[in-house]
């Protein structure tokens, strides 16, 4: 399957995750990863899944290197019907109010558009006593096995 894997990300801890679970998918998959400062709405391909992994800034915001890719869809009339994804939020609960409002923005700014989710967003805590890993790397496996099977449905 071919993955590409976006993260927006503010300190890395989004980037270095993204770049593990590609780490841990590239044996069986073609899998790239992106930040989504360098990603192009327009540059979705409907043949391809993308993990999203994001983290959450401020309050309750999308971090830095997503609020380019945020403003470039906003702006867009872009149809991602027939685009895949999947999101992992990465955040802290201590803050209660905002916790992972950034990986939740960034679903649905993908869902406006029209892109089908593929399992529910999965968020981790950084307050919690797991890794951010022990989390993400079942996650992966479990939506890239989900989107194979929705993926060859659809063909």
Same mark, same amino acid.
């Given at each position: 399957? &071919? ?5 927006? @990300?503010? @300190? #890395? &801890?989004?980037? /270095?995750?993204?770049? %593990? ?10 899998? +790239?990863?992106?930040?989504?400062? %360098?990603?192009?709405?327009? #540059? ?19 971090? #830095? ?5 945020? =403003?470039? /869809?906003?702006? +867009? *009339?872009? =149809? ?10 990465? #955040?802290?609960?201590?803050? *209660?109010?905002?916790? &992972?409002?950034?990986? =939740? ?6 869902? @406006? ?15 919690? +006593? %797991?890794?951010?890993? *022990? ?7 479990? /939506? ?12």
């Amino acid at each position: 399957m &071919n993955i590409t894997i976006l993260y927006g @990300t503010e @300190t #890395g &801890n989004a980037e /270095m995750l993204a770049e %593990d679970i590609a780490g841990e998918l590239e044996a069986e998959h073609e899998v +790239s990863v992106a930040n989504l400062s %360098d990603f192009d709405p327009a #540059g979705f391909d409907q043949g391809r899944f993308y993990l999203m992994v994001c983290s959450t800034y401020g309050d309750g915001e999308l971090p #830095g290197s997503a609020q380019p890719f945020a =403003k470039a /869809m906003e702006a +867009s *009339d872009a =149809k991602l019907a027939g685009v895949h994804f999947a999101v992992f939020g990465l #955040g802290d609960s201590e803050y *209660d109010e905002t916790f &992972n409002g950034g990986s =939740k923005r960034l679903a649905e700014l993908m869902l @406006t558009h029209g892109a089908v989710q593929i399992g529910e967003r999965v968020i981790h805590d950084a307050s919690g +006593s %797991d890794l951010a890993e *022990d989390l993400a790397f079942p996650w992966a496996s479990e /939506m890239v096995s989900l989107a194979s099977e929705r993926l060859e449905e659809a063909v």
